[in-house]
């Protein structure tokens, strides 16, 4: 019994003496790095969602610490038929032109796709992308109380749906 006290002891210390500049570099490690949700359930409460994805990743944001509004990016795999429902029912925009994006949002949610019809043009701290669909993201701002109806659905091909959701 002495001897796993002791040994507790000597471990306790051993974990009290670290290096604080070794555990201030993992707290910030942690706190900068991107933590996605994968859950389609928590997503389908906050938007409506009308084909069942084959896979998500979404992340909700404040907008500001001075405000309530908040920004949701989603990522949508959809199969080929969902995919194509999609695009045909969703509203395009007047307007046809490239989508920009900021640089970090192209190197986090796109450029790990790999999408080969995607040319990315870097515009300094953003990216234009040619050959997607930029639309109004109408079906997938109906859910009930959800303040997330402002915003834009990015067509990216490959089944792929990029969606950039706030609230105002």
Sequence with gaps: ?????????????AVISCDYSTQKNARTENTMATSFNIELADLSLLISLPRTPISVKWMK??????TTDAALTILLKFSEEDYRYVVQNSTAFETKSDEILEQDTYDTWIAPL??????????????ALSNVSSMAPNLFTQAKKSPFIHGRLVALGDGFVFLSLYSM
């Design 1 to 13: 019994m002495k001897k796993i006290i002791l040994l507790i002891g000597v471990v306790c210390t």
């Design 61 to 66: 944001n404040p907008v500001s610490q001075h």
């Design 114 to 127: 790999n999408i080969e019809s995607i040319t990315a043009q870097p515009q300094g701290e953003y990216v």
